[in-house]
Every structure is written in structure tokens, then in C-alpha cells.
């Protein structure tokens, strides 16, 4: 594992850069970055999104108009273009590896790193179709062409064409990346080399946009027994320097037309208005509350509360999320939780957009395995129970949605109702895939926390603290299982190859999902059968009143 000697002025660098291209501009359909020195012409109608402030060399992103769909499979997706720098290197020569060490260690100098490392973190694999080089008046062009499944779907994959230039005076490396669903790349691969010959170099006003040779990961990603060793207040002091740096980076310059608002532990990015603002703040700070006070014991890390940023309207949140986030509202390595406003929908924003990605962020800064381990019903239960979160007052209070209520009325008049036992042993490999069942389910398991919530929950001893206790034992067992079954990465060259890599990852998951789930439940929820007695009896007056 990394030796955590260079921790600090890592972590630091991470906050220095979050503030990305503070003078790229964006007029008459060019990108044009003053600081770096080059400008672009992007396809025709295409518009700007927010860089997210946790990508160290994006420095512009832009989303094409128009939305395609997969033919394989329904999938919609706009295509889009990532603009990428990395600094150059006196006479052209990479910079020494960093004395760390190890895979995690390697320096993010260049476009193919950056991107396979991506993937790696994402749990991807990629296929190169092609790579070329070309020589050009101010400097080689390397042109790469990739392939790689989008999260979650096997059958349906992006395609990747990159143009990465290199500017001979000192070395520094612009590329310019579009994406699009491969089923449509063909017909759109005309627009894109369009603009990616209209790329030119100009002189830049700064040398370079951030130094290299630095850890990307903090010590508690890259070494979790380094980062528990430390004393509570060094690493608390640790968390809450790069939290005030995150905040004064994203406070000195944000995008065109955003405003920036802040709260006790927030800083809000608001592409909305200000009344609109405070409201979302009142929530965060109501549900950051009832988190502290029902999983504070998770672990004595200090949480950083990160930024929320609140876009336009759900287009341009669902816009900005496929571009930066493969769709989920909590962004880990910005630590950003996005949400829109959508006064209809509540202070919630998209139901889940702000309060469920404010829990995903506490739960994560408590301990990322908390989040990577979690057995399904428990984040299914919390994600339905938390998207009913309300303000009264300074208080987050949740009301049984009428949808809820129904179905609750519909499977116990029907007798089925699944017991406690019987809905906290199910993996969520076993979940129901119909869509009547799916939903009966999900419904049962948001009142499942809500009567683990409930004064009649809490005058039965065996369930006191009953989901702290289970998060705890989860993230006790994740590790477990990681030491049993370290990951081992093997490259592919081939689609076949690719493919079957996933489906052994997938088998490798499935046995991870029901090795912690039933380790668990042995620990935290072996109950004598007098007790289970107690609690199913309880439960089941809970759903008929």
C-alpha cells in the first residue's frame, strides 16, 4: 500500500485545482481559454455545462442539442464534448514517478492515463479501436478512438473519439474528446472531426494550469489501515482544511450566471434564485441534522459537507449529471450533491436529487464502505423513506406518501405482507424484477424504516440503534470480504475479452452482496426466536394501522 509521507501536499493539490480554467470563454459558438492559449469551434447548437469541480485537468464541457436513443436498447444519451490540459514537461520528458508508489500512485500527465484511470475507478473496462499520430504546424496530434459499456449496461456502449494535441514550445497537451452512443457515432462523426480540425493553439498567459506528479487519492481511498491510524484530530484538521479550500475555490470563481450561497455547513452553486436558495439550505441543514443524530456513530471521521449545486431545471440536471456522473446526484470525488428546482416536486428537488445525494454524501465522509457495502434493502428502504423528507420548522419530518399508504393497504388486504425477517435477509440479486412486485416491495421496505423509526420500534431492546448497528457491521464485513478476495485487474484487448471480464466481475459481486448480507444479519440481527416473536408481532400491527 501507498506510504502516506507525501498525504498532505496531496490532498492540498486536489484543492488548489478545483477551480480549473477561471478564463475560458465561450462566445459565437468557439471555446477559447486564454490562460492555456487555444481556441475551438464547437459543433453548431451545441451548449455549455458546468465543469465538475472535481475533474483536476477538465477545463470545458459542452453537450450536443439533440438527445439519440440506442437501438439495442432504449438508452437516451446526448453526445459530448470533454476539453482536457495537462502541463507540459521541460524538454518533452515525462516527470519521475512519484515515490509513493503503486498503480494508485501513478501521475495523471496525460489524456489515456486520465481516462483508463476513470474507468478503473468506475469499475469499467474499455476496447482502443484505433490510435494514430500525425504531425501538425504547432505540434503532433494524436487521434484515439475507444469503446466502452456505459454503467450498468452491458449490451449498449459509448464510443470515444479523441484528438490530443501537443503544443511544441512547451509540451502542454490539450485533448478534446467527444462521446456518443456507437450506434449513432457514424452519423455524427462528420460533426465532430469538423470541429476537431478547427483546434488551434494561441499564446497562452499562464504556464500551466496545475503541477504534476501528484496522488490523486486521498490517504482514506488510497490507504484506508494509514488514514484509521491517525490520530481524530489530525485527520479531522485534514478534512476540514480541504473542505474551507474546496469552498474558496468554488466561491473565487463560479460559472457565468451562477451565484454562490452559503449556510453553517454548506456552500451552495445556484443556477435558480435566491428564495429558492435559502429553501434548499433549510433542507440540507435539517437533513444533515437528523443524519448526525441517528448515524453520528458510524465512525469519528469528520464529514465534509460539500457543495450543492442547484441547476436551472431537470434538463439541465439530467443534462449535467450523464456528463459528469453517469446520472447519481452525489459525486464522490467532488464531494457535490446536484439537485434542480422543481417547486412541484417539493423542497426536495427531484425527490431524491438533494436529500437521498446529502445522505449518500454523509454516509460516504463517515466511511466510503458504507456506501460501496450496503445491502439493498437498507438503501432501497432509506432511498424511499428519505425522498419523503419535509421542513417544519428546523426539522426534517417524514409523511408516508399516499402512494405508499395504498400499497400498504393492498398487500396486507391481499395477506402479502413479508415478514421482517423475510424482507432484511432478501440480497438484492433476489429483489422482484416485475414491476407490481418491485413495487409492493419497495413500498415495504419505506415503511420498514419507517417503523424502525417509529416509538414502537424503539420500545423493543433488540432493535435500539438497529441501522447504525448495521452499517457498522457492513462496512466490518465489506472489509472482510475485500481481504478474502482482493481484486485483481487484467487488461483486455478484445470485445470477447471484455465481456467476459464483466460477467466474472458480475458472479465476483453477487457473491460479495450475499456474503455480507447474511454475515450481517448473523451479527446484528440473530435474535433469539422470543424476540423475533416480538418484533414480527410488532411489524405487523405496524402496517395495519
Not at 478547427?198 to 494550469?209: E, G
Not at 446526484?329 to 445525494?357: C, H, M, P, Y
Amino acid at each position: 500500500m501507498p506510504s502516506p509521507r507525501t498525504f498532505f501536499p496531496a490532498l492540498l493539490s486536489i484543492a488548489l485545482a478545483v477551480a480549473g480554467s477561471a478564463q475560458a470563454k465561450f462566445s459565437n459558438g468557439t471555446h477559447e481559454d486564454a490562460s492555456i492559449g487555444f481556441r475551438v469551434k464547437v459543433p453548431d447548437k451545441w451548449t455549455p455545462l458546468p465543469v465538475d469541480s472535481s475533474e483536476k485537468w477538465v477545463v470545458g464541457t459542452y453537450v450536443a442539442a439533440n438527445e439519440r436513443v440506442g437501438k439495442t436498447k432504449e438508452i437516451p444519451y446526448r453526445a459530448h464534448l470533454r476539453i482536457m490540459s495537462f502541463p507540459g514537461h521541460k524538454g518533452g520528458a515525462e516527470p519521475a514517478e512519484s515515490p509513493k508508489g503503486g498503480d494508485e500512485s501513478k501521475p495523471q500527465t496525460n489524456y489515456k492515463d486520465w481516462f483508463v484511470d476513470g474507468l478503473k475507478s468506475s469499475g469499467l473496462s474499455y476496447v482502443a479501436d484505433s490510435e494514430k499520430t500525425e504531425s501538425l504546424a504547432d505540434g503532433p496530434v494524436t487521434k484515439l478512438e475507444f469503446v466502452t459499456p456505459r454503467t450498468g449496461e452491458k449490451d449498449s456502449v459509448l464510443k470515444y473519439l479523441c484528438w490530443v494535441y501537443q503544443r511544441k514550445a512547451d509540451g502542454t497537451t490539450v485533448a478534446l474528446e467527444f462521446s456518443q452512443l456507437s450506434d449513432h457515432f457514424k452519423s455524427d462523426v462528420g460533426d465532430f472531426e469538423q470541429s476537431l480540425k478547427t483546434f488551434k493553439f494561441l499564446t497562452p498567459t499562464t504556464v500551466s494550469i496545475a503541477t504534476p506528479g501528484t496522488n490523486e487519492k486521498p490517504l482514506w481511498l488510497s490507504d484506508r489501515a494509514a488514514w484509521q491510524a491517525m490520530q481524530k484530530a489530525a485527520r479531522h484538521k485534514v478534512r476540514e482544511q480541504l473542505e474551507a479550500q474546496q469552498r474558496q475555490a468554488i466561491a473565487s470563481s463560479p460559472p457565468a450566471d451562477w451565484e454562490v450561497a452559503t449556510a453553517k455547513r454548506f456552500v451552495v452553486l445556484s443556477h435558480s434564485n435566491p428564495k429558492y436558495n435559502a429553501l434548499v439550505l433549510d433542507v440540507a441543514e435539517a437533513t444533515w441534522d437528523w443524519l448526525d443524530k441517528r448515524f453520528g456513530d458510524l465512525s469519528d471521521d469528520y464529514v465534509m459537507a460539500g457543495t450543492i449545486r442547484i441547476c436551472r431545471d431537470k434538463a439541465e440536471f439530467d443534462s449535467y449529471l450523464k456528463g459528469v456522473n453517469e446520472g447519481d446526484s452525489f459525486n464522490t470525488k467532488s464531494v457535490e450533491v446536484v439537485d434542480f428546482r422543481d417547486e412541484d416536486l417539493g423542497a426536495a428537488g427531484g425527490q431524491l436529487g438533494l436529500i437521498g445525494g446529502l445522505a449518500n454524501n454523509y454516509f460516504y465522509g463517515k466511511d466510503p464502505h458504507a456506501c460501496a457495502f450496503v445491502p439493498t434493502w437498507l438503501s432501497t428502504g432509506l432511498a424511499n423513506y428519505l425522498s419523503s423528507g419535509e421542513v417544519a420548522g428546523k426539522r426534517l419530518v417524514f409523511k408516508s406518501a399516499n402512494r405508499e399508504k395504498a400499497i400498504i393497504r393492498e398487500v396486507t388486504r391481499d395477506k402479502a405482507a413479508r415478514t421482517f425477517f423475510d424482507l432484511i435477509h432478501t440480497a438484492g440479486d433476489d429483489m422482484p424484477r416485475d414491476r407490481q412486485l418491485a413495487e409492493r416491495m419497495a413500498a415495504q421496505l419505506g415503511s420498514l424504516i419507517r417503523f424502525l423509526e417509529s416509538k414502537d420500534a424503539e420500545r423493543i431492546k433488540p432493535l435500539a440503534k438497529f441501522m447504525s448497528r448495521y452499517l457498522v457491521a457492513t462496512v466490518k464485513a465489506g472489509e472482510q470480504w475485500k481481504t478474502q478476495n482482493p481484486d485483481v485487474e487484467k487488461e483486455v484487448k478484445t470485445g470477447a475479452e471484455a465481456e467476459e471480464q464483466a460477467k466474472a466481475e458480475a458472479k465476483k459481486n453477487k457473491e460479495m452482496r450475499r456474503f455480507i448480507l447474511d454475515t450481517v444479519n448473523k451479527e446484528v440481527a440473530g435474535f433469539a426466536q422470543k424476540d423475533w416473536l416480538v418484533i414480527e408481532a410488532a411489524w405487523k400491527a405496524w402496517l395495519s394501522k
